[in-house]
């Protein structure tokens, strides 16, 4: 199949209904973009069930602005909705053959258990900064709070003193 131009409208769409997407980051003035780009055609041929999809960063900046995208051409690829591979730079052809084979051989059943590790191990991080955060806040009001203690206290003090002071004369 040959690569197909995507534009933000129809992107979940693809993404979601697609087994394998891959994607394309280029632009027209990017020299190793028109290297890469036939490269591209080639081996979209060679895959008639994937989907090769081109997205033009000038066209389409708010896509590539949402990947972070910082240097052209880079290719991202999906399985099952999952995003499972980034790289910036221009892939040979045999490297972009070996992607999509491992894309095709890839166990979504192990990625999946994988994120549900990560993002549960990102949440635990979370709480723990949390409470750090908190426990941070409370000893901060309890300095603050014995500050002002011990200041009412030698406000206090000094009152009394200058009083004491007053009523021997």
Not at 66 to 74: K, N
Not at 95 to 119: H, K, P, Q, S
């Amino acid at each position: 199949m040959a690569s197909v131009e995507i534009h933000e409208p129809e992107f979940s769409d693809i993404i979601d209904n697609n087994s394998i997407v891959l994607l394309d980051f280029w632009a027209e003035w990017c020299g190793p973009c028109k290297a890469y780009g036939p490269v591209y055609e080639r081996v979209s041929e060679e895959f008639p069930d994937v989907i090769f999809g081109k997205i033009d960063t000038e066209a389409e900046s708010q896509l590539a602005k949402s990947f972070d995208i910082r240097s052209i051409p880079t290719t991202i690829a999906f399985k099952d909705g999952i995003g499972v591979f980034m790289q910036p730079g221009a892939l040979p052809e045999d490297a972009l053959r070996d992607l999509i084979t491992t894309l095709i051989d890839l166990d979504m059943v192990e990625v999946r258990a994988e994120l549900e590790i990560r993002n549960a191990a990102e949440q635990e991080n979370q709480e723990e900064e949390k409470e750090i955060e908190d426990k941070e806040e409370k000893e901060e009001k309890e300095e603050k709070e014995e500050k002002e203690e011990k200041e009412d206290k030698e406000e206090k003090e000094e009152k009394e003193d200058k009083e004491e002071k007053e009523d021997k004369e």
